[in-house]
Each structure stands twice: as structure tokens, then as C-alpha cells.
């Protein structure tokens, strides 16, 4: 049976320090992350230390990603755009298919962002598509909203229709988690329905809803209404997820996107992160049992 992978992401530069130290814990799967560039690293040298890490247990990797602002190429960014082609030039190396991160953003509301976007992913999709490459967009908000922001245009729905219709390439997709949708009071279940045959990997990362403070402050007051979460803290049915993702076919993995939690975080990091990978293996069904011949 196929089976949908639990794992976590890990930063692609401590990827060789870290592997060895969890992969004890029962990860099924890595995500080898950069924050704006790859920098320096030599993304093949990388590739065989962490297949000699991985091999043996037969865990891969599910996808690379770089988050910053590829439309802008701007300060920090500057490299981020490159970074997003030497990730795919060099995902075969890593055994994955998959490359993500941030749409990113040009000023102004999002609409003004898409002529940017189309030139710059019409090119890249059709590059990754020669390889053999998907590219999937995380829906996270950045703090940014309809009218403005500094990074992402891929956190709302309707900006999904104008993306897959301005790019209309079946190698381009969604890196979803029910977090960023939560943040801005939408429902993830009906969204997921509608939205699972664009779903090309699931970040592991969870939301609560302080549901008594909107009723009586609203979200623009200085009281918290909404928190990150690790898994199997937050309001989320992943059980319902998970069928979600299996009647429609998905044979990708679910990521856990640690370090947001507002308790299980600091010294209690991996004690959160195991316990959502432990969570999310029961809400998948527990361990597979064949069925008598």
C-alpha cells in the first residue's frame, strides 16, 4: 500500500548535523529548506551526504524549497530567484521532484503582482517541466493581506485561480497546510475538498482559534485570536485531512512545520514535533495490517 509519509522539515544547511539526531524518532520523510538563497552550498555535495544519511533507512526526501521574494530580486532576495533554478537542476540529486517556496510579491495588491509572476513562473514552470520538476507554492500570508505585502501572493483562494490561470501548467501546484487558512478564519476542510487535486505536498502545521475573542473583540483589537500550532495541539481534523488526501489519490507526504508553537517550542521543540508525528501516524490509521490471503 502507498502510504502518506509523516515527516518534518529540516534546514538544508544543517541537514547533515540534524538527520542523524532524529531520525530515530520515526520520520518518514525530509524537507530540505533555505531561507531566500542557497548560498554557498554545493547543492551536490549536499545531495550525497544526505543520501548516505538517509539511504539505509529508506527515508527520502520530499521536497527542496527556497522561501524568499523571486519577483522582486531585491536586498536579500537578490539570489532567490537563481536559488529556485539551481533547486531544480539538482532535485534528481536529492531523489524528489518537488521544489517549492513563495510566489513572492511585487508592491500593491495582489492582482498587480500577477504580469510579474506569470513571466517569471511561466518561464521557470516550463524549465521544470523539461526536468521533470513540479513546483508547488507555500499558502503563506507573510503578514501580508489583498492590498499589500512583501512576499507571497499564493494565500488566498481566489489568487489560486489567477495564478493556474495565468500559468495554466499541470507541473505547478500547492504546498497547503490548514494553518495559513485558519489564521484568516477560513475553514480548511471544504477549501481542501475543492483545492486536493492542486495539492502537491501538505506542511504539518496546525492553528487554534480563540473563537470566544472574536466574538467579543473581533480580530483587529491587541488580544491574540490565532496561534500556530504543532500538530495535535491545534483545531484541526487531520483525520478528515488525511481521508481527503487518500480518496483523491495523494501519495505525497505530510511535513511537520515545527518552531511556531507557542508552548512546545524552545527545550520542548522535538517533544512537540514527535508528538504530532506520532498524532498524525494514528490519524493516517496507525500501522498498516494486511489483510489475510
Known sequence: MKQIRIGTLVGGQDAV?????????????????F??????????????????????KQIPVSSLSVFGNPLTGEGDNADTLNSWKRLIDHAEDFGTDLVTGFTGRMPGAIDESIPRYTEVFGELGRYAESKGVRIAFEN?????????????IAHHPAAWEMMFHAVPLDNIG???????????LIDPIPQLRKWVHKVFNVHGK?????WDVV?????????????????????TNWTDIISILRQAGYEG?????????PVYRGDLEMTGQVHALNYL??????????NPV
Open 140 to 152: 503563506c500570508n507573510m503578514d501580508g493581506t489583498w492590498e499589500k505585502g512583501d512576499w507571497n
Open 206 to 210: 496546525d492553528a487554534t482559534i480563540a
Open 215 to 235: 466574538k467579543e473583540q473581533g480580530i483587529h483589537g491587541p488580544k491574540p485570536f490565532v496561534w500556530h500550532r504543532t500538530p495535535g495541539f491545534g483545531d
Open 17 to 33: 548535523r540534524v538527520l542523524p539526531q532524529i531520525i530515530p524518532h520515526g520520520f518518514e520523510s525530509f524537507s530540505l529548506t
Open 281 to 290: 501516524k494514528q490519524c493516517r490509521g496507525g500501522s498498516y495490517v494486511p
Open 253 to 261: 507526504s505530510i511535513d511537520i512545520e515545527g518552531w511556531h508553537d
Open 35 to 56: 531561507w531566500q538563497t542557497t548560498g554557498n552550498t554545493d547543492l551536490k555535495e549536499l545531495s550525497k551526504q544526505v543520501h548516505e544519511i538517509l539511504d539505509e
Open 174 to 184: 500547492l504546498q497547503w497546510e490548514p494553518c495559513h487558512q485558519m489564521v484568516s
